[in-house]
């Protein structure tokens, strides 16, 4: 028989076995292969910065430009959005004022 989670949808855990990595879904699976998934998640993030890191030093000027060119592209179209939100209020209490009135 398998050691019970205390899990209070379980009434049993005869079944651990069917599941793979010895869990159930519960999260009271096998902490040993917890921690191998966990460093492969590592191992990936580890990975991710490496390629960050050679893409920044192969390319940073060009990343740099590309970002700035984003960034004001992106402040520009954020003001003119606030700026069109603002009309639509505008509208929205002057139509209100005017139904107001009727």
Same mark, same amino acid.
């Given at each position: 028989?398998?050691?019970?989670? #205390? =899990?209070? *949808?379980?009434?049993? =855990? !005869?079944? =651990? !076995?069917?599941? *793979? ?5 519960? #999260? ?5 292969? +917890?921690?191998?998934?966990? *460093?492969?998640?590592? &191992?990936?993030?580890?990975?991710? !910065?490496? @390629? %960050? $890191?050679? @893409?920044?030093?192969?390319? #940073?000027? =060009? @990343? +740099? ?8 592209? $992106?402040?520009?179209? &954020? ?12 509208? %929205?209490?002057?139509?209100? !004022?005017?139904?107001? *009135? %009727?």
């Amino acid at each position: 028989m398998t050691e019970q989670c #205390g =899990h209070e *949808s379980h009434k049993h =855990h !005869e079944e =651990h !076995e069917k599941y *793979s990595k010895g869990g159930c879904g519960c #999260g009271c699976g096998d902490p040993a292969e +917890k921690f191998l998934e966990l *460093s492969e998640v590592a &191992w990936r993030e580890l990975l991710i !910065e490496e @390629i %960050k $890191s050679e @893409i920044k030093t192969k390319n #940073g000027e =060009h @990343i +740099k430009k590309l970002a700035a060119l984003i960034a004001d592209t $992106s402040s520009e179209k &954020w003001k003119f959005k606030m700026a069109a939100k603002a009309k639509y209020f505008e509208f %929205k209490d002057s139509l209100k !004022e005017y139904l107001k *009135s %009727k």
